[in-house]
């Protein structure tokens, strides 16, 4: 029973080496963080959706869609961004069975799927209705809204230093003797996906990164794993304020940590569409579109507002959660294209994430 996984492993091991460069490693066979199962067990027909999305906040779209299918049953497995990428490329190249569908926040990653011809098309008219930010060859679509933030603990953090820009962040860490010294925290961008394409588009965009980098640096931010580590540890205290974090994960830990305030920064905000795609190799392709059309219908719409996984920054619901949208932001919403392959380029990427590592080092 061994003997097969040898090969998975190094096939594995070899596209997640293409991805970010280096010699290939022998490593250990991605598995999901979590599954669950929605509908009833007889349901004639199956799906099964892979996606980075925690099961706490999706499973509520899930079990809308199943209650309008009774024919189907769903199994969602939770994923870590660069987990969900290496198996279904690895699963493209197999040229074999897949996932029904491949939901990620990565979506850099999931447009070099797209471009590698690992997906199937679909179109509907609700497909056809999507503008062409969030539809790429009817393989790739956008189907959330969510702005990346800044959030800050309300009760240790005085309203006169909340941020409300990355100018203010990195006024906050210029001073040598600055309180917020080690108490700020963002993305390990080597372990996230979301991570690693919010820092590379603030990179490509922003007039302030080489200023944030060398603040971060300074002031010994801290880089972690992921958005419910990062805001619980600013609910806790531990960290005072927390930057680039997926403004979904952020809104909704707010509903019961009235300390957490959510901050849509004014200089710019990048705003994500979780993309989702049908792999090549979908068992179930029918059901994978239906669910696909079931995300942009209204009713899927309704669920994923509620969920929070599609964002109005000018919602005035959200002022009861501490949330900061300032009027006239500049959103920036991050298109499903090839430009998101320029980050994915072997060069351009190890030269950032050495930049990455010398900033975090001994973190």
Known sequence: M????????TLWSVLLCALIGG???LAADPVPEAAKRFGVPEAPRALLVRGTTDIALFQNVLTTFVTRHADLQITYEQWASNDLYTVSAAECAAGGAAADMVISSAVDQQVRLVNDGC?????????????????????????TRE??????NRDLVPASEAPRSRFDLIDLLRPADSRYAGRVATYDIEASGLGYLFAFMDSQQATTFGSLIEAFDRAGAVATCCSAEIIDGVVSGRYLVAYNVLGSYA???ATEAPNLAVV???????????AALIPRGARNPQAAGEFLDFLLSDAGRAAMIEARLIVDLADADTSALHFSAPTGAVLRQIPLSPVLLVGLDRQ????????WRNTFANR
Request: charge should be positive; avoid cysteine.
């Open 23 to 25: 010699p290939p490693a």
């Open 119 to 143: 997906a199937r098309p679909h179109r509907s008219q609700l497909t056809d209705w999507l503008p062409d930010a969030a539809n790429w060859r009817n393989e790739l679509f956008g189907i």
């Open 348 to 355: 351009k990427r190890g030269l950032f994430l050495d930049l």
């Open 251 to 253: 809104l909704a830990r």
């Open 264 to 274: 849509a920064p004014e200089d710019y905000t990048l705003v994500l569409a979780r």
């Open 2 to 9: 061994t003997a097969p996984a040898g090969p998975r492993r």
């Open 147 to 152: 702005p990346a933030v800044m959030v800050y």
